[in-house]
């Protein structure tokens, strides 16, 4: 577990931030804050428990004062566990501006289970720039490159009903990169 304040130095308990591994008792926090954070699409809350329990090592939360205010879920691809897949982004307005997407996508780098990790993946429709900003900064932190390509198609995979999700390639990087940048 990781504390921080907002500005990075270390105040009273009551002001930290505190990046962690979820557990299964965070399922039903996680489904409301996702709930909260449109335009995310919603997932069961069976769905966040099992992503805050089997997925665990994968995912991370971000409680401020107590309050769960962001999480990340990811996974490791299973064919290709160099690569880490990020599932979906999740901040409360209530700490946007703290840069606590990129702080936890880098919290989940820097951990064991991603030892072997020099590939980030994620989807984003072209619309998403908040996520896109997310995603280029980790980019720039771990001064690698960015490949995008049509992933899911709106028409061959959505059936017109949902923007077609670009896939982002973020990587090569090494793992001296990854503990530059987290430390």
């Given at each position: ?28 926090a ?22 805050c329990?089997?997925f ?12 769960v ?27 946007r ?62 059936d ?11 990587g ?12």
């Open positions: 577990m990781k504390v921080a304040t907002s500005d990075g130095k270390s105040k009273s308990k009551t002001k930290n931030l505190v990046i962690r591994k979820p557990n299964s008792t965070d399922g039903a996680v489904n409301e804050l996702i709930a909260d954070c449109k335009p995310l699409d919603e997932n069961s809350v069976y769905c966040n428990l099992l992503q329990s089997h665990a090592p994968t995912c991370a939360l971000a409680e401020l004062n107590g309050e205010v962001g999480f990340v879920s990811g996974y490791l691809v299973p064919e290709t566990p160099e690569r880490l897949f990020i599932w979906q982004v999740a901040v409360s307005p209530k700490a501006g703290l840069k606590l997407g990129k702080r936890m996508i880098l919290d989940i780098l820097d951990r064991g289970v991603c030892h072997d990790v020099t590939e980030l993946h994620t989807t984003i429709t072209t619309s998403n720039a908040p996520s896109q900003g997310v995603f280029r900064s980790v980019a720039r932190e771990l001064e690698t490159d960015v490949n995008r390509k049509v992933l899911f198609d709106r028409e061959k995979h959505f017109g009903a949902a923007a077609s999700e670009i896939l982002w390639q973020i090569p990087f090494e793992r001296v990169d990854v503990e530059r940048v987290a430390a």
